[in-house]
């Protein structure tokens, strides 16, 4: 059966649906239809809004109105010649959005990426612009290139793609686009690699994944590094977190030695 029986199963139900579930979720609860483990990860109009926002990247706009906020970049490379991507964000906790600053898309053709040529120097380039205070990475393609970046001081901070932790990053991102708080600029290219990601329904929300069998022609590494870029954004609260933070005793003993010009001031009271 398809069809409502219930007196409360009211077309505001359903369009109240309509608008909390992905479309998939929709039909199988609602409409008692078969659907597909994977579908489109994001409806076209939604990148569309969130490329709308912004008139272009900080590297090319100098005066970009959140080029001095914390910036957080998240990568995804492979080992050998599939497409590696970078993606530097900000989170305002003001207004509650997320802002891409920066990417990079480098599509090898058939030929091994050197690494530390170009992801290296591009992360390189980009801590010496912007107050970059944490890359998030991968380590079982990009281990040696981002320890050699941590013993020169970089921010570099593993995040292992795990089914966890990409539901955590996907769903992340989905719910940032869903209710128009990711901003960007055009880039017929990073447009492709959002366009071709799927979804996969897991236990806790949705993974972005590759279309099943188009595994050199439809790349989605953009995509992955914007989702691990925004998650680790949201996670760090628009905070500076690559320094220490102290925190005041009751006890003048413990940091009256400190100078208090040189303590981080937290803005709001702990609770817990």
């Not at 359903?14 to 979720?25: F, G, V």
């Not at 292992?160 to 932790?165: A, D, F, G, R």
């Not at 413990?254 to 009271?269: M, R, Y």
């Given at each position: 059966n398809h069809e409502p029986n219930m007196p409360w199963q009211t077309?505001?139900?359903?369009?109240?649906?309509?608008?909390?579930?992905?479309?998939?979720?929709?039909?199988?609860?609602?409409?008692?239809?078969w659907v597909t483990t994977h579908e489109e990860f994001v409806p076209p109009e939604w990148w569309t809004y969130a490329e709308s926002q912004m008139p272009s990247s900080a590297e090319l706009w100098h005066d970009h109105p959140y080029s001095k906020l914390p910036v957080y970049i998240g990568v995804d490379a492979a080992a050998k010649r599939d497409t590696t991507a970078v993606s530097g964000v900000v989170y305002d906790p003001s207004k509650g959005v997320v802002v891409e600053l920066f990417h990079?898309?480098?599509?090898?053709?058939?030929?091994?990426?050197?690494?530390?040529?170009?992801?290296?120097?591009?992360?390189?380039?980009?801590?010496?612009?912007?107050?970059?205070?944490?890359?998030?990475?991968?380590?079982?393609?990009?281990?040696?290139?981002?320890?050699?970046?941590?013993?020169?001081?970089?921010?570099?901070?593993?995040?292992?793609?795990?089914?966890?932790?990409?539901?955590k990053a996907s769903q992340n991102l989905y719910d940032l686009l869903k209710f128009k708080r990711f901003f960007t600029y055009k880039d017929e290219e990073a447009r492709t690699h959002i366009q071709n990601a799927v979804a996969q329904s897991e236990a806790n929300g949705i993974r972005i994944v590759k279309q099943a069998g188009t595994f050199k022609r439809k790349p989605i590494d953009y995509a992955i590094a914007l989702a691990i870029a925004c998650y680790i954004a949201v996670q760090g609260g628009g905070i500076d977190v690559s320094q220490p933070l102290t925190v005041m005793a009751p006890f003048s003993d413990l940091t009256a030695w400190k100078n208090p010009a040189d303590l981080i001031q937290v803005p709001w009271q702990f609770r817990d």
């Amino acid at each position: 059966n398809h069809e409502p029986n219930m007196p409360w199963q009211t077309p505001e139900y359903y369009e109240e649906q309509r608008d909390s579930l992905r479309p998939a979720a929709y039909l199988r609860l609602h409409e008692n239809r078969w659907v597909t483990t994977h579908e489109e990860f994001v409806p076209p109009e939604w990148w569309t809004y969130a490329e709308s926002q912004m008139p272009s990247s900080a590297e090319l706009w100098h005066d970009h109105p959140y080029s001095k906020l914390p910036v957080y970049i998240g990568v995804d490379a492979a080992a050998k010649r599939d497409t590696t991507a970078v993606s530097g964000v900000v989170y305002d906790p003001s207004k509650g959005v997320v802002v891409e600053l920066f990417h990079r898309i480098w599509t090898p053709d058939n030929i091994q990426l050197d690494l530390d040529e170009t992801l290296g120097a591009f992360l390189i380039q980009m801590c010496k612009r912007f107050l970059v205070v944490k890359i998030g990475y991968d380590p079982a393609h990009l281990y040696q290139l981002m320890l050699n970046l941590s013993k020169s001081g970089y921010p570099v901070d593993a995040f292992n793609q795990t089914l966890t932790n990409m539901t955590k990053a996907s769903q992340n991102l989905y719910d940032l686009l869903k209710f128009k708080r990711f901003f960007t600029y055009k880039d017929e290219e990073a447009r492709t690699h959002i366009q071709n990601a799927v979804a996969q329904s897991e236990a806790n929300g949705i993974r972005i994944v590759k279309q099943a069998g188009t595994f050199k022609r439809k790349p989605i590494d953009y995509a992955i590094a914007l989702a691990i870029a925004c998650y680790i954004a949201v996670q760090g609260g628009g905070i500076d977190v690559s320094q220490p933070l102290t925190v005041m005793a009751p006890f003048s003993d413990l940091t009256a030695w400190k100078n208090p010009a040189d303590l981080i001031q937290v803005p709001w009271q702990f609770r817990d």
